[in-house]
């Protein structure tokens, strides 16, 4: 009999500004309850707020411009407009001060959530991962190198579904800077190239339809583009 060999699907790559930069995605480190408005309309308080991690597989990833079905399990799809960093060095116990050197650069995202599985899995002390982790989660636009744009702290951070603006914040309101994103979360798991961060979406997230179109962009970025299928 011949021997086994099983191979998992390559592992996908974002698309750079840069044309000749490649960048495979490693994981995608995603937080919660980032932005005081929106921990207050999930229904937390940010003064006791501490930050949450979660992550996402590599498989989630959709390029931005695609049409992908209206995901299983869910009646209740919800956008999250966030600030995405690529990680092109890594380390652990980062230093604030030594993060932003490890960043590649910075694209638009959306953290696309089952919000109904999430609100259960709250509910009953369950993971978030299947409300989070699915398939086509992860929509992420042109990654635009430091050398580009230079660090992010502030610019719009906004949603629009079919031109209909639903998120409208700015980065200067992030709850947890890009630095202390990295150096906290460098304490928890070692970060290494191709790590992929979500950084946490505002205030005014909502669903999106089958057959509505959902831009999510970052001052000075490429928009996270996606369309629902009819
Ligand atoms: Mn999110």
């Avoid at 995603?30 to 229904?43: I, L, T």
């Avoid at 919000?115 to 990654?143: T, Y």
């Avoid at 629009?160 to 990295?182: A, C, F, H, N, Y």
């Amino acid at each position: 009999m011949a021997a086994v060999d099983i191979r998992p699907p390559a592992v996908p790559t974002l698309t750079s500004t840069k044309a000749d930069d490649t960048i495979g995605i490693h994981r995608i480190l995603c937080v919660g309850k980032n932005y005081n408005a929106h921990v207050v309309e999930m229904g937390g308080d940010p003064k006791t707020n501490t930050p949450i991690f979660f992550l996402k597989p590599p498989s989630c990833y959709v390029p931005s411009g695609a049409t992908i079905p209206y995901p299983s399990q869910t009646d209740d799809l919800h956008h999250e407009a966030e600030l995405v960093v690529v990680m092109k060095t890594g380390g652990k116990d980062i230093a604030e001060d030594e993060a932003l050197s490890h960043v590649y650069g910075y694209a638009s995202g959306n953290d696309l959530t089952r919000r109904d599985l999430q609100n259960l899995a709250k509910e009953k002390r369950w993971p978030w991962d299947m409300s989070k982790g699915f398939d086509n989660s992860a929509v992420i636009g042109a990654v635009h190198p430091v050398e580009e744009v230079g660090h992010l702290s502030s610019g719009f951070v906004r949603a629009d579904v079919d031109g209909e603006t639903r998120q409208d914040s700015d980065l200067t309101k992030l709850i947890w800077s890009v630095p202390e994103i990295i150096s906290i979360l460098s304490t928890y798991v070692e970060l290494h190239p191709g790590d992929v961060i979500m950084t946490g979406t505002p205030s005014g997230v909502g669903p999106i339809a089958k057959g509505q179109t959902c831009t999510c962009e970052i001052e000075g970025l490429s928009p996270a583009v996606v369309t629902i299928s009819a």
